[in-house]
Structure formats: C-alpha cells, structure tokens
C-alpha cells in the first residue's frame, strides 16, 4: 500500500516536472533567439542608421524611410480603425439586447480576428483598390490616382485587420464600468447619450488606448496584407505632398504615394536583396528596431490594462 | 394633489414637450449612428466573401473546377498523363491547388502537432503548477511572445534555424516544411498556451478540492480531473491555432522553401496556399487567369480558416453554457 502510493507519486512528480521542463525549455529558446538579435543587431545601431535612407543597393545606410512609412501607416491606420472600433464597441454593449442578431455580429468579429492576414491583402487589392479606388477615380475624374496601391489604402486594409482588437479591449472596459454609474446618471436624469459621453467613456478611456496600442503594435508588425498594397522595394522620396492653403504650405504625408514599411524592409532584404549575407548585419539592426518597437508597445499596453483592472479592483 | 397638477401640466407644457421630442429624436438618432457602426465588423466579413467570390469565381470561366485538381497531359506519343501541378506562367498552364494543399497540411500539422504538446504543457503548467507570483509575471511574457511579428520569426528561422537544421539533420532541400513548421509553431504554441489557461482557469475550484479531498495527488487531479473537465477549452485552441498555423504567411514564404513539390517528406521544400499569394500576386497580370486562380486559392484559405473558426467558437460557446455550475 505504502508503496503503491510513492510509486503513483513518483509518475506524478515525473509528468509534472516535464510539464515544467517544456515550459523553461521554451523560455529558453526565445531567450536565446532574442537574445542573438540583440546581440548582432545592436552594433548596426545608431541615431544615423534610424535616420538615413539605404545606399548603395541596400548594403550601406540606414531604414529611416521605412520607420517614416511605418508611423505613417500606422498613424493613418489609427485614424480609420479607433473610431470605428470604439463606437462598434458602444453599440454592442450600451444600446444592442442579446438578439441573434448582436450574436451574430459577436460571431463576425471573432472571425474577423481569424482571417488569415494574406487574405486581407486579396481583400485590399479587391475592394480597396480595384472598387473603392477606381470609382473614386471615375467620380471625381482624377485619372489613375485613387485606384493604385497606395499608403491610404494599406492603412484602410491594416484597420479592417485590427478592428477585432480595438472593438474587444474597448467592449472589455466599457463591461467593467459598474452598472451602478450608469444608473446614477439616469437618475439625475442625463439622457442614454448623455450618460455614455459623460459617465461610461471616460472611465473606459485606459482600455480604448490598451486596444489602440495593441493595434498599432499588430498593425506595425504585418507584412502579408501590404505586400501588394503600396508597400515599396526602395524609394528616393518620402511620401511627403505640400499641402497649401494660398502662401502657406505645410509638408503632409501623401496619402496616395507609394511607401516603405520596416516589416515588408526586413522580408525584402532577407529574401530578396542581391547580397543578403553582406547585408545580414542591416537584417538584424532593422529586425532588432522592430522587436523593440513592438515590445515597447505591448508592455505599454500591458502595464495600462494592468493598472486599469487594478484600479477597477478598487472601486 | 395641487402639486401634481402642476408637475403634469409643466412636463407637458408645449415647450417641454418640444425638448422631449427634439431628445427623442436626436436620441434615436445617435442609437442609429452607432447601431451602424456596430455591425461594421459583420459588414467587412461579408464584403470580404463577395470581393474574394466576385474575383475567385472568375477564375472558373477559363479554368474548370476539375483543373483545380488535376490536368490530363497528352505528350507527344499520345499518352495521356495525369499530373498534379501547380505551374500557372507555363505554356500549358497547371493549376492543380493539390501540391499546394499538401504544402499547407505539411507545414501546419507537424506545427500544430508540436505547439500542442508544448502549448498545452505551458497551459498546464501556467494555470496548475507555477505559483501566483510567477504567473503574474509570465503570462504578460506569454502576450509579448504572441506579439513578436511574424516576419521576425521568419527572419530568425532563415537565418539561424535554417542552417541550425541543415547542419542537425541534414536534409533534402535547406529550406523545407520542418523548417517553416518550427517556425510556424513559434507563433501558434502562445495562441494554445494561453487559451489553455484560460480554459483550465475557469474549471471551479470544488473540483480541484473535491480531487484533493479524496486523495489525488496533484498529478492525479490536474490529468484525471481538470484536463477532462477542460478538455472542449483545449480543443477548441487547439483548433485556433491550427486555423492559424493555416493562414500564416511570411514564415512560410521565407522558410518553407518555396517549391510547389507533390510530396510527403517534410525535409523536401514546399509551397503553401498564403505563400503562393504573396510571391506571385505582384507579378501578375490583373485580369488575366493567373490572377482569377489567386483569389480562388483566397476563397479555399478562407472557407478552411472560416470552419475552424466558427467550430472553435461553437466549442467555446458550449463550454460557457456547460461551465456555469
């Protein structure tokens, strides 16, 4: 009996000192793999390599304007993506009973999340450009402005992309707000749209900017979807138009050019360049740049959804 | 009784009633508004099915549905052959989706086979074994690993996996499906991870205790017990990350070795479904059969990753019924 039982012991301890033997070993690859990139890549950079266009087929110089098209994108993306997501989310959880039809539309952003982001590029080139773009072009006669890939539309695509992501972290802060402040207001005799713009958004601020961050994060690191939406090899010129208003000009992000992307940069020197191992330590300076954006991002999206439970954990 | 009267006539009064009505209807103007946005998501699902179908389905007019599968060649002597190619820019184009296929199932099985078993042990011991310090701090590391950008991983697999492989096994080809499928299991084992937790997290302590209480040793209770009781939670990531591994694009394209071989040997080099998309989509001629037999690739990717999805969710859904105890 006495026996019997060390033994059962013994197999348990076995299986779950595997089960803790998996997980360290996984650690310890993804320490070791970053901990190579970091390695190679941190003597490539420099405030120059962040800044200067690549030279000399690519060999020398730096990836300034693919950080440039990558906030620029990213920027355009948040613009289209936010307010959609945010006010989706509204809808969904103030004003939409638990139909079917609500279930449904739940469904679709669950499997919005779930389409392959390749996918997304066909639908980009498909809608985006070869519908939206060539009717824009048809109405307003611009010739072929509008429907080329373009910054506008890879931004367009990449919010169809992170939607998911801003209309769940915004639905999981506006669930937190207590009933009981809604109900408040109502009893102070605020309007549904009074109580939503001035009671239920404003608490659920920390979790929209949460899903914003996380978003651009996801935006920042895809390739597939902008792969044949504007996204460029090389270009001389930032994607930069003057913008004038009589005498006064301002240099604004072109929405209609062509631009280079940090993530599509890296695939691009890696696969395709005419040198990729003289390249290599370019590879891992530009691949090292965006690791670290993307993790800054993230640990900044943790640390406010971290913060903001806590402080709901206090109400 | 007085005072009623009044209240009643001032809230009917006809000024009143005119803000009431201006607020009812700005009111259900902005349910409106927001009602539209709200089903933006189901919108953009829809419109993504059309404009693939509106494209795919134009590939059909030229290429039969058979030719997706197979082309009968007849060669100089009269022999008729029957070849499984995909071969689109050639003289006599083969759009045979069957290598294709293959590449993608030999690339995101033995993905998913590995981050199942790794996944689901990091699940296990996230939510059973590491003490509560520790997971507070390793779950925000799991998220951070599932935000590391496919390309990266790419990147890391070609450069350092590649040659790593090569020089451990010594394949056929360097670049092949193991390759591509390590590499793919790097994005998918945090995907399953996580959601293994969540699914053994949300299993009622009573039953951890209930196991405890008649003597199960730890070991005992979590395979017995929890896994059991969890086990539609964990199939249904396992599922997620499957679709997944499925739908993955970069790490395929620069691992996988990019040769539309019809074979079963993972060490040979393969082309998978997205891969094929993205290195031959911006060379192609728009309108051309080409370009109609991509987007028809498109529809088979989506229909595959949109079954999985939804059984997924239909797993869930049911787990959340079940599990309110």
Redesign the interface.
């Known amino acids: 009996m006495e026996l019997k039982k060390r033994k059962?012991?013994f197999?348990?301890?076995i299986?779950?000192g595997?089960?803790?033997l998996?997980?360290f070993?996984?650690?310890f690859i993804?320490i070791l793999?970053l901990g190579?990139?970091f390695i190679e890549g941190i003597g490539v950079i420099s405030l120059e390599f962040l800044i200067d266009e690549p030279r000399n087929n690519m060999t020398e110089g730096g990836i300034g304007p693919a950080i440039f098209g990558t906030v620029a994108v990213t920027l355009f993306m948040v613009l289209f993506a936010v307010p959609?997501g945010v006010?989706?989310a509204?809808?969904?959880n103030?004003?939409?009973k638990d139909t079917f039809f609500t279930r449904?539309?739940r469904?679709?952003?669950?499997?919005?999340a779930?389409?392959?982001?390749?996918?997304?590029?066909?639908?980009g080139?498909?809608?985006f450009i070869?519908?939206v773009g060539k009717n824009l072009d048809e109405v307003f006669e611009t010739g072929l402005l509008f429907g080329q890939p373009a910054l506008l539309w890879a931004s367009a695509t990449l919010a169809?992309l992170v939607?998911?992501i801003v209309?769940v972290s915004t639905l999981e802060a506006l669930n937190s707000v207590p009933k009981s402040h809604r109900d408040a207001s109502y009893g102070l005799g605020a309007?549904?749209?009074q109580t939503i713009k001035n009671v239920v958004v404003p608490q659920a601020r920390p979790g929209i900017l949460t899903g914003t961050i996380?978003a651009i994060?996801?935006g920042?690191?895809?390739?597939?979807p902008i792969?044949?939406l504007g996204a460029a090899f090389f270009l001389p010129n930032l994607p930069i138009a003057d913008l004038c208003i009589g005498d006064y000009c301002i240099p604004m992000i072109n929405p209609t050019e062509q631009f280079m992307y940090l993530?599509?940069h890296?695939?691009i020197m890696?696969?395709q360049s005419s040198n990729p191992t003289e390249t290599?330590p370019l590879?891992y300076g530009s691949?090292l740049v965006?690791?670290v954006l993307?993790?800054l991002l993230?640990?900044t999206a943790?640390i406010f959804r971290?913060r903001f439970r806590k402080s709901l954990g206090r109400l | 009784m007085e005072e009623k009267d009044f209240f009643a006539k001032s809230v009917n009064s006809k000024y009143a009633k005119k803000i009431k009505k201006f607020t009812r209807v700005k009111e259900s103007a902005i349910k409106f508004f927001f009602a539209v946005n709200g089903t933006m998501a189901l919108i953009f699902i829809i419109l993504i099915f059309i404009f693939l179908f509106k494209e795919g389905f134009r590939a059909l007019d030229h290429i039969g549905l058979l030719d997706f599968l197979y082309l009968d060649r007849t060669d100089a002597s009269g022999t008729v052959e029957r070849v499984f190619q995909w071969y689109p820019t050639s003289e006599e184009p083969r759009y045979s989706l069957i290598p294709l296929l293959i590449g993608t199932f030999l690339t995101a099985f033995p993905a998913t086979v590995i981050s199942t078993l790794l996944g689901v042990g990091a699940g296990i011991y996230l939510s059973e074994v590491a003490n509560p310090k520790l997971k507070e701090f390793l779950k925000p590391m799991i998220e951070l690993f599932a935000g590391i950008p496919t390309v990266v991983l790419g990147f890391v697999m070609l450069v350092i996996g590649a040659s790593f492989f090569n020089d451990l096994l010594h394949p056929a080809n360097r670049l092949n499906a193991f390759v591509a499928s390590i590499g793919l299991s790097f994005v998918i084992i945090p995907i399953i991870a996580s959601l293994t937790e969540d699914a053994l997290h949300s299993i009622p302590n009573d039953l951890r205790m209930a196991s405890y209480g008649l003597g199960a040793t730890k070991w005992q209770t979590v395979s017995k017990v929890i896994l059991p009781a969890a086990f539609s939670g964990v199939s249904a990531s396992i599922i997620l990350g499957f679709g997944r591994a499925i739908g993955e694009t970069m790490i395929v394209l620069m691992c996988a070795g990019n040769a539309a071989n019809l074979t079963t040997n993972i060490f040979l080099s393969v082309r998978t479904m997205t891969a094929t998309i993205a290195a031959e989509m911006g060379e192609v001629s728009q309108g051309s059969d080409h370009y109609y037999s991509l987007f028809f690739i498109g529809i088979v990717l989506f229909t595959f990753t949109f079954f999985l999805n939804l059984i997924a969710e239909i797993i869930v859904n049911r787990m959340r019924k079940k599990n309110t105890f």
């Open positions: 059962k012991d197999s348990g301890f299986s779950l595997i089960v803790r998996m997980f070993f996984l650690a993804l793999l190579k990139i959609l006010f989706s509204i809808y969904l103030e004003y939409a449904i539309i469904t679709s952003i669950n499997n919005l779930g389409v392959p982001s390749i996918v997304f590029g066909l639908f080139l498909g809608f070869l519908f169809v939607l998911p209309i309007t549904k749209w996380l994060s996801r920042a690191g895809e390739t597939a792969l044949f993530a599509y890296i695939f890696a696969t290599l590879q691949t965006l690791i993307t993790f993230n640990i943790i971290y």
